[in-house]
């Protein structure tokens, strides 16, 4: 079964699965502690958007697989067989698409992982979708029992149904290490990002410069848009502006390095109500 890539791209919600060996969870904790849009490889996140991974995926892009089934570390995949699905870890985050390739064929599976960096509310997301860009909901993350400070759920491991006969490409998102571009990002305040539920809208740029300072922040770029307007294009992209300037929205672009919305006239309260709500944080 497919689904529309716009139909699902606010959901985000991951389904709870059967408790999982402790050892899965400490390998989960293990990679993803600490720390995407049309643009060679990633543009900064406009309000009330998720930007898009490259290839033309939406920034839904994905997760960090990994998790408890021992194998073979010379592969780069392990697949096993279990209550008709193919349960799958990924063994070596690096490894050349093509080897992931390989090893599903063999077991007949016309499907291609491709592992991204992500932000870390995209930090264990799975996303599956067609080569038409159909989601597929056949293909699905495996995900632990309890809380996730994650936006779309913190996924250690990927289930394909053994009878699985179309075609699918699964993007999967990873840590980013220092210095990498994010591939897959999302607005800094949504969950699992650095200024989640942080009161920083019509905030100064001087004020929310320490904010993020505080979280081991930085700014690489500004962009200047009307918070009022709807216009996704209708944007400039500046080194600098004003420190008396508002800020009124953000992303990530690598670990550390974020870009910064600004405005010099502040946002309606009603927005940034409703904004608050969405991301599950007090309103005024």
């Known amino acids: 079964m497919t689904q529309d890539i716009d139909q699902i791209v606010a959901r985000f919600a991951a389904p709870p699965v059967p408790e999982v060996s402790e050892g899965a969870r400490e390998l989960m904790h293990e990679i993803t502690a600490g720390s995407p849009a049309p643009e060679t490889g990633r543009t900064g996140r406009r309000r009330g958007r998720v ?21 073979s570390t010379a592969a780069a995949l392990d697949i096993k067989k279990e209550g008709g699905y193919y349960i799958i870890e990924i063994k070596d985050l690096y490894a050349d698409p093509d ?21 870390a509310a995209f930090e264990g997301q799975v996303f599956p979708t067609t ?24 996924a250690i491991g990927l289930k394909i149904p053994v009878g ?17 571009q994010f ?11 650095p200024m989640h539920c942080v009161p920083y809208y019509n905030k100064t740029v001087a004020e929310v410069r320490t904010m993020l300072r505080d979280r ?18 209708d944007y400039e992209k500046k080194d600098s ?4 300037w508002l800020v009124n929205g953000g992303s990530m672009t690598e670990p550390g390095r974020a870009s910064v919305d600004v405005y010099a006239t502040p946002m309606p309260q009603t927005i940034i109500d409703n904004l608050n709500q969405a991301n599950g944080c007090p309103t005024s």
Not at 183 to 193: H, N, R
Not at 241 to 244: E, F, G, I, N
């Open 131 to 154: 080569p038409d860009q159909k989601y597929v909901t056949e293909i699905q993350g495996i995900y632990p029992p309890g809380p996730c400070e994650k936006l779309d759920g913190c």
């Open 216 to 233: 081991g922040v930085s700014i690489e770029e500004f962009i200047v848009e009307d918070p009022s307007r709807t216009d996704a294009l």
């Open 99 to 119: 080897s992931y390739e390989t090893q599903l064929r063999t077991v007949g599976l016309d499907v291609s992982i491709k592992v991204i960096p992500a932000t």
């Open 241 to 244: 502006v004003p420190d008396s």
């Open 183 to 193: 591939q897959s990002t999302t607005s800094w305040d949504a969950k699992g990002e």
């Open 164 to 180: 699985f006969k179309g075609s699918a490409s699964v993007t999967v998102g990873r840590k980013a290490r220092p210095g990498e």
């Open 51 to 71: 930007v898009a991974v490259s290839g033309g995926l939406l920034t839904a892009a994905v997760v960090a697989l990994t998790w408890m089934l021992p194998n």
